[in-house]
């Protein structure tokens, strides 16, 4: 079946490279905000029968960011679903780097509803074929969508990247026990013998403060702070402060999804990290290492 992509207004640097990984034909979108505030997106196309029978990928993370936010993401990303699908598609695979209230998995408070399950049971409604994400908060949560549904794993290539540096003497620490499994995974890609660590994090789930504990033995050590997602960088400025404290050398900030909102990077250089990494699930100044390897590892017909 004939494939062709299309690239979502929030993934522009990562389709470009899935395309090509890919080999593939693709088309892009145009957007604009109605007076009304209402979103609009057309996908930049002439022939409305360029999509008729055939397999169509749609790559679009849904972060935040000074463009739009991440409730006009999903918009945009069911547009782009709905649209292929008017248009006669075959197949619908949807690449969702980031996805958007992954982070609302649990309840926490009474009165609260698990928003990340109902954003995934509101994209199985749109009778998709396959679904991908990258490093999701919570894994459990793909079980709301009924087709394949595959959580993309970064870590190779983020612990190439850092490889790639040259770096030594290696300690990975969790800033959040919770983190601990996906920080020993991301360990082991620099071998068996790298020590991982954690700090004991608090956030109040009234006022979404931050308070972490900890005194690792780090002395000399290189310290990668592994996380999944930096939003304001709270989480990572903490850990780096006791990772200083305990006598860390170099510190590496890394995570899949580095959103960076409001000062984050200032939050992070500033508590003495040497380098903040991230991927181009956000296509930010900090997205080091690209997913498209990893992505079209998947897509690539056998
Ligand atoms: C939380 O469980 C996540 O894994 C991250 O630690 C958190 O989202 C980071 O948020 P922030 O950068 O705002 O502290």
């Known amino acids: 079946m004939k494939r062709i992509l299309v690239i979502g207004p929030a993934s522009q640097m990562l389709g470009m490279r899935v395309k090509v990984e890919l ?66 598609a075959e197949r619908v695979i949807v690449i969702v780097p980031y996805l958007a209230y992954a982070r609302q998995d649990k309840i926490f408070r009474p009165g609260e509803c698990s ?87 608090k956030r109040d789930v009234k006022t979404g403060e931050i308070t972490m504990k900890g005194s690792l033995s780090l002395k000399n050590r290189n310290v990668i702070i592994a996380d999944d997602i930096i939003a304001t960088g709270g989480t990572m400025a903490n850990a780096i402060k006791i990772a200083k404290e305990s006598g860390a050398n170099k510190i590496y900030a890394v995570a899949t999804h580095a959103l960076l909102l409001e000062q984050a990077a200032y939050r992070i250089l500033n508590a003495g990290a040497d380098e903040i990494i991230g991927t181009d699930s956000i296509d930010n100044e900090v997205a080091k290492v690209s997913l498209a390897k990893a992505i079209a590892q998947y897509l690539k017909y056998e």
């Not at 595959?150 to 540096?165: E, K, P, Q, Y």
């Open 23 to 88: 080999e593939l034909e693709s088309v892009n979108t145009e957007t604009k905000i109605f007076p009304d505030g209402e979103n609009y997106l057309r996908i930049n196309i002439e022939d409305e029968t360029l999509f008729e029978g055939k397999e169509v990928i749609i790559i679009q993370s849904t972060a935040p960011s000074a463009k739009a936010d991440q409730n006009a993401r999903i918009l945009e990303l069911i547009m782009m679903i709905e649209a292929v699908k008017r248009m006669g």
């Open 115 to 201: 928003f990340a399950r109902n954003i995934l049971k509101l994209i199985n409604t749109l009778n998709i074929d396959e679904f991908y994400t990258v490093d999701v908060h919570n894994p459990e949560v793909l079980e709301e969508i009924s087709c394949k549904a595959v959580n993309i794993n970064s870590m190779g290539l983020l612990a190439d990247h850092i490889r790639s540096l040259g770096t030594q003497n290696i300690v990975v620490v969790s800033p959040d026990k919770g983190a601990v499994q996906r920080s020993e995974a991301f360990a082991r890609y620099f071998g068996e013998e790298i020590p991982v660590d954690y700090f004991e994090k």
